[in-house]
């Protein structure tokens, strides 16, 4: 694609993606710098890569924009698009007037890799469907029941249908590689029970457990509504290195405004809440989120759905632990995480519900068994094959690879699903708080006094405290206006102004009264008086949290 030797058309192992980061950084030493934020269990770097032009500010003296991908092992498709974004960024630079304006006002820190030991794990045969990150290999922490594993040998983990009368499932009658639900009152033919490929551990001769218990699912290891009972947890909130990590890190840079986290798949961009109804959020937050979501549905063409309402579902148990939980539930951030790649959609099945576990019929199963076998059946789909299993007899082995169907698009769809959602984050960093001195003025008033007054403005799209949410949990910090006065004295007026919250233009959503309502001002002035003899050099700086920090400064001649 470029002499930079960056794809967009495969899955990077860490040697390639580490590789072609630092190829990126190294031919933009001016807007991009890389380093590492922990160290996995085997010992690989999660990388860091912070961009942004530090001649106009340094870099957390401005709104910054959080992307991140693969914290799920086997989600490789968002490694991509967050490489994506550090190469749209880096290359666009100087070219396109979005990428220019963001890079020279904004920050974007960037992490491709949060598991690499996981996906290193699953990017290799035999494609385990969970790696969790690296502490154990996948299953060696079950105590019973089903193990991954490929015991047939032919280097993928897929299915096992095993013969069984009381079988919930049977060969479709016109496509004997589907398999279909037996309806009720249905007897008298061929049923199975279906399993993932693999042995059982202290099988009692009659059950086979699946699902159970076991570590390594880092998006339930954050400390908001932190919970043992969710698989994968952890010991105890950020007991995960890699979480760990990321948490300092996202704590250190209060300058951040906006995430997006990548995950497959669904082909939605889940908002919040994801513990709670709609009608519990507050509705200014819940009407912007609905609002920068339309531009990213716009852009992808993914709905923007809440967690809790259409991603959950069963509503008693909702997710505990979520990185989004913890970002936005108690630190006000405006977060997003987006399910990269739909396959039933785009093997021509109508979307229906977003969070849908049910057993497909076979209609649905033909057009995606259809689409795979045209486009990913090199490494998606695996015959169906008899095999002598030690514990279950005679069984056959085969069926669709989750990883490299429903998991993660095809190689030659890849690069459009990385763009599209790499210009909706830029939509969205650019929603930002910008707060900046709009007016600076001097005016004399005799033996060597000045009256100096600043008006600090928001331009964002934004309000300066980002969220409701930030106000309730009392994490919004006040803009503050300063003077010093070099070669002179202030006379009156103290040196920091605090002023509160700015506005930012989403306020006008909120549907309030469309008659008498008072807006939170956007904008606020502030006064000083000084003494300032000739010469004298006179700066006010403006300083906001999320917004960022301006400098205004006036030489007195
Ligand atoms: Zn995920």
């Known amino acids: ?81 967050a490489l994506y974004a550090v190469f749209h960024l880096l290359t666009q630079y100087g070219k396109d007037e979005e990428v220019t304006r963001l890079v020279d006002t904004q920050t974007f820190y960037i992490l491709p890799r949060i598991n690499p030991d996981g996906a290193e794990l699953s990017l290799v045969s035999p494609y385990y469907n969970w790696c969790g990150n690296g502490r154990f290999m996948p299953g060696a922490d079950r105590i019973e029941g089903l193990i991954p594993e490929d015991i047939d040998g032919d280097g993928f983990i897929v299915w096992m249908r095993v013969p069984d009368p009381k079988g919930e499932w049977k060969k479709d009658a016109n496509n004997p590689d589907i398999m279909v639900q037996r309806a009720p009152g249905e007897e008298g033919g061929q049923y199975f029970r279906m399993y993932p490929e693999g042995t059982i ?17 880092m998006n339930r290891n954050f400390p908001t509504n932190w919970s043992h009972q969710e698989y994968g947890a952890g010991e105890h909130p950020l007991s995960e290195p890699e979480a760990f990590g990321m948490a300092k890190f996202i704590l250190a840079h209060p300058n951040i405004c906006g995430m997006c986290a990548y995950h497959t798949h669904g082909g939605i961009i889940l908002r919040p809440s994801m513990t709670k109804p709609d009608s519990a959020m507050s509705a200014r937050d819940m009407n912007l989120y609905k609002e920068i979501g339309k531009v990213g549905t716009e852009l992808t063409g993914y709905p923007t759905v809440s967690i809790y309402e259409e991603f959950t579902p069963d509503k008693s148990v909702v997710r505990r632990g979520g990185l989004m939980d913890w970002t936005y539930e108690e630190m006000g951030i405006i977060s997003f995480g987006t399910e990269l790649w739909d396959l039933e959609r785009t093997a021509g099945v109508p979307k229906e519900g977003y969070y849908n576990l049910y057993p497909r019929n076979s209609e649905i199963q033909q057009k995606v068994y259809d689409y795979v076998k045209a486009n990913m059946a090199e490494k998606g789909w695996r015959d169906w094959k008899s095999f002598d299993h030690p514990q279950l007899g005679k069984v056959e082995i085969g069926g669709m690879v989750n990883i490299w169907t429903y998991r993660n698009p095809p190689g030659n769809l890849l690069e459009e699903i990385c763009r599209q959602n790499v210009l909706f984050n830029l ?131």
């Open 1 to 81: 694609m470029t002499d930079l030797d960056v794809h967009f058309d495969r899955y990077y192992t860490y040697a390639e993606m580490t590789a072609a980061l630092e190829r990126l950084v190294a031919a933009h030493p001016n807007l991009a710098t890389m380093s590492s934020l922990a160290k996995s269990f085997e010992g690989r770097d999660v990388w860091l890569i912070e961009i942004g032009n530090k001649e106009t500010r340094p870099l957390d003296e401005k709104p910054g924009y959080y992307i991140d991908g693969q914290i799920h092992a086997e989600e490789h498709a968002t490694s991509a698009t």
């Open 427 to 557: 939509k969205h960093a650019a929603a930002a708080p910008q707060v900046k001195i709009e007016d600076l003025s001097v005016t004399p008033m005799g033996a060597d006094l000045y009256k100096v007054r600043a008006v600090v403005g928001n331009f964002g799209y934004l309000p300066t405290n980002l969220s409701d949410v930030a106000i309730t949990n009392k994490v919004a910090k006040p803009v503050v206006a300063s003077i010093t006065v070099e070669g002179g004295e202030l006379a009156m007026n103290p040196e920091k102004v605090e002023l509160g919250n700015l506005a930012g233009r989403n306020e006008r959503l909120y549907p309030w009264s469309p008659w008498g309502q008072q807006w939170t001002a956007n904008a606020k002035p502030v006064e000083w008086l000084v003494r300032a003899p000739a010469g004298a050099t006179i700066t006010v700086t403006s300083k906001s949290e999320k917004g960022g920090t301006q400098r205004a400064v006036h030489t007195i001649s």
């Open 201 to 217: 551990r202290n099988y009692n001769g009659v059950n086979v457990p699946v699902e159970k218990p076991f570590d390594g699912n």
